[in-house]
């Protein structure tokens, strides 16, 4: 078994030091300030904290999406200098093609890599189908709920096989029923289809029963608060007696927003 350069061997992602500035006319916002994880294979990590605090960055330079200003990112102990077919992302606002099928989005990748029509058609089927869609291969995004939309951009991400899969809090825009819904599935196609997944989000309740680790981040610039390991058996009942005791210690450990 081999070891990767940086981290074990079941390092997916890791970084050391990450600190990230942005300047403007306004002058020099230091948004994150030294701060250093690891993601391991298969892991189900949850980016957490107040509004605001970093977490949408701190997300964009572990995927290669944006570099830092100081520290360095690895993936599969290799420096990561840009965006990589191994790390997927599902935004916030689903980013979704309204001119194409549910199957030519979620196809989308395997097609522009180059995959014939009969292997990126079956590729996509199959996670239509995991993720609830069989039957709507055809539909236009417009025709689809929100929910069922999201689906679909956690289809398409699945469908192109990261090997780690950022999702930035992709249920927010939700209605509460909908989003209850969405992490229960969400956590059955993590079981069927396993992948390390980066997951931020703001909802207290929603980082508990999702969470492999929680890593909590303070205020703006944020830095690692404190990371907690969440050992709850899966399916979580958000009403038992140790599920409201861990989101009550943490959430009293969170920094309130300024």
Known sequence: MRMDKKGSVDTVIECR?????????RGTAKVLEDISLQVRK?????????GQCGKTTLMNVLSGLDGATKGTVYSHGQEVTGPGSERGVVFQSMALFPWLTVRGNVAYGPKARGFDKDAYTKKSDYYIDLVG???????YINQLSGGMKQRVG?????????DVLFMDEPFSALDAQTR????????????TEKRT???ITNNIE???YVADRIILLTNCPARIKKEYPIDLPRPRDYTSKEFLLLRD?????MDRTL
């Open 180 to 191: 209850y819904l969405m992490q229960e599935e969400i956590m059955r196609i993590w079981s």
């Open 154 to 162: 956690i289809a398409r991400a699945y469908c192109n096989e990261p």
């Open 249 to 253: 210690e943490i959430s009293k450990n």
């Open 133 to 139: 869609l069989k039957g709507f291969e055809n539909a």
């Open 206 to 208: 929603e980082a508990v």
């Open 197 to 199: 997944v980066v997951f």
């Open 42 to 50: 298969n892991e189900f990590v949850v980016l957490f904290g107040p």
């Open 17 to 25: 030091h990450i600190s990230k500035e942005f300047t403007s006319k």
